[in-house]
């Protein structure tokens, strides 16, 4: 196939295929392209992100990670078609999905995988990247963690093989996994033209005639008040973790009134006090083993005047905000006052009013 480029009509130019030189390459496009991975024909409203390249399994490095915003993992596996191993990538990328699930025990590793790849990425955390990918709130981010958790419990990844060009057999067996099995796995090619300084990407999405009934993943479930002290319990912070409980259990059931405060309930690991019709501006704390221990407060960028002068009552520094909505100040856990932070809370609940 070739493509004809012209300018108004013309200095017509005809162009042959290029090739991706290395897969490396291939890897590199699909990070900061995760477009060019056509998922929109199977659903139009599934949006991607590639967090991670060369993640790491016991049978060795998956070429690329990625979520949609319904917390589906996507393992990516690019190989040149004059590989010769070409025809392996099939049980390659399905290896690497067994390796990544037998060891789903431990998705607090897992994440901060992801985090310090993010970091190197995108110069920001994991969770600040969905939110700003998403266009999602704290909330929403916690739910998405919880679905991603499900996920790799479960095993259910999507297998995406990624080709500049595929052969017949590999086809074949695509639709043949997808008709006979619970996975979902699709096969990718990608004609790649250069015309000047302008690269042109035609993909060409392979698995997705075979139709399979669409299950939303399901919700986490919350942790109780004794397993959230427990995690707090195994850091010295028992008192502190209680202590706050205290008031957001009072808050929860009517017992105390904050006006303007209201809590978030739709979260599985993550314990909040938002503004009702705000999420964004909120003080919460997420119970993760091994996450350092504060309080983090957020907000918009037009309240970050208000939500700044509010966190003088309890001496925080704020961190200044670069983008709309963002992280504006961090409470340490070990030095929590209750009376203080419910003074707080009554000045949070205050801004924008």
Known sequence: MAIIVSNNGKDAVKLDPSEF?????????????????????INEDIRLLVL???????SGPIDAIGVDQSGNIYLIETKLYRNNDKRLVVAQVLDYGASLWRHSIDFNEFISLLDAKSHRAFDMP?????????????VQTEQ?????HKCLNTGTFKFVVLMDKLHDRLRDLIVYMNSNSNFDIYAVELEYYRHKDFEIIIPHLYGA????????PKKGLMLSDDEIIQEYADV??????EDYLAIYNSVKTGSHTIS?????VAATKIISFIQPNDPYTAASISIYPGRIPHIEIWTIKNK????????????????????PTGKIGKIPLQSFDPPAFMKFLEALGQVGH
């Open 260 to 264: 303007g405060i209201s809590i978030a």
């Open 209 to 216: 005639e075979v139709k399979k009934e669409l299950k939303a």
């Open 52 to 58: 991670a390249r060369e993640f790491p399994t016991g």
């Open 21 to 41: 030189q290395l897969e490396d390459h291939l890897q590199e496009y699909i990070h900061n392209n995760p477009e060019a991975i056509p998922l929109y024909e």
């Open 304 to 323: 970050e005047r208000s939500v700044a002068e509010a966190l003088e009552i309890l001496n925080i520094e704020p961190i200044p905000m670069k983008k």
């Open 144 to 148: 998405l963690l919880a679905n991603i």
């Open 126 to 138: 994991l969770d600040e990247k969905l939110q700003e990918f998403f266009s999602i709130d704290l």
């Open 236 to 241: 010295g912070l028992r008192k502190q973790m």
